[in-house]
Each structure stands twice: as structure tokens, then as C-alpha cells.
């Protein structure tokens, strides 16, 4: 009889070899289909990783369910995101369509409020992250973009430092001088 504080043995067995079975088949499936797998290169990425981690928890921990649907779930979830990146990659109206652009939070030391109330960010959100940057002064900023990932990039340097203007590319929310 389990309970919460134990399980009989064959249970415990069971656990231990799916735990073995499942991931085996999910670094095999990582193998075939390469490491974007877990990269977290968009939020669909992102989503895609927490389906696959409550894979395989329900395969390890529910007796009920069998490694092979395990295996078939997982294998669906990765080639449905590897159509998925294929498909905003091959085509720009899908790409503006299906993924977040990266979108400026600051500009040459400058707070964009703007920006921030339509990401749903707050100042001390951004502050906190130009510490975690070591960032000593706002007018050593050059910007602060919140990626398609939901990460924040911090690009600072001190005032002799340029900021190449590629690192720009595809940024949203920019003053109109940044563009040109």
C-alpha cells in the first residue's frame, strides 16, 4: 500500500526504470533533432520545454500512464516545435505573426516608460536587472532590450565605448534618431 511517506518496492522499480526508459528516449530525441530542443529562442520554445517537463513527470510519477505514449508525446511536442521554427524562419509574415519582437526598455541612458507600461515591465523590474548587469551609472547604458525570450539584455559599456547599431536589428520601440 503507498502513501506519502512510502511505496512498495515493485512501485519504487517501476519509478526507477521509467526514470531510465524516459530519459533515454528524450536524449535520443535531442540527439535526432539537435539542441534547439531546450533553447529558449522564443516563448513557444519556452512552452515547449515546460510540455516536455510535465511529460515526463506524469510518465515517471503516474503509474497509469505507459512510456511508450510518453515517448510519442515527446516526439510529437519537438517535431511540432522543429515545423514550428521552420516555419517562422522560412517565412517573415508568419515570423512577425507568431513571435514577439524584442523591444527597448531604455535608450542612451534614458528609462522608455512607454515601452515599459506595453511589456508590462516595471522600473524596478529594469533596475533590478542593470544591477544584476553591473551597470554603475544610467548614462553608461547604451540600451536595454526585452528579448522575444522574455530575458532582458543589458548593453553597457563606459563613455568612450560605441554601440554597433546591428545589435539593434529587428528592435522595437526605438527613439526615430536610433533607426536612421
Do not use: C
Amino acid at each position: 500500500m503507498e502513501n506519502w511517506i512510502s511505496a512498495s518496492t515493485p512501485l519504487l522499480l517501476k519509478v526507477f526504470f521509467s526514470v531510465l526508459a524516459i530519459f533515454s528516449i528524450i536524449i535520443f530525441i535531442t540527439r535526432v533533432s539537435g539542441l534547439r530542443t531546450f533553447a529558449k529562442m522564443s516563448s513557444f520554445d519556452f512552452a515547449s520545454t515546460i510540455a516536455i517537463g510535465s511529460i515526463l513527470a506524469s510518465v515517471i510519477l503516474n503509474t497509469n500512464q505507459s512510456l511508450l505514449k510518453g515517448a510519442i508525446a515527446l516526439g510529437g511536442i519537438v517535431l511540432f516545435q522543429s515545423v514550428f521554427a521552420l516555419v517562422v524562419r522560412k517565412s517573415k509574415a508568419m515570423n512577425r505573426m507568431l513571435t514577439n519582437a524584442p523591444t527597448a526598455l531604455m535608450y542612451k541612458g534614458e528609462i522608455l516608460y512607454a515601452n515599459l507600461s506595453k511589456t508590462n515591465v516595471g522600473e524596478a523590474d529594469l533596475i533590478a536587472k542593470l544591477r544584476e548587469a553591473n551597470a554603475l551609472n544610467f548614462q553608461d547604458v547604451h540600451a536595454v532590450i526585452l528579448e522575444s525570450t522574455g530575458d532582458m539584455s543589458v548593453l553597457h559599456g563606459g563613455e568612450d565605448s560605441q554601440l554597433d547599431q546591428r545589435l539593434l536589428h529587428s528592435v522595437q520601440g526605438l527613439p526615430e534618431e536610433a533607426g536612421s
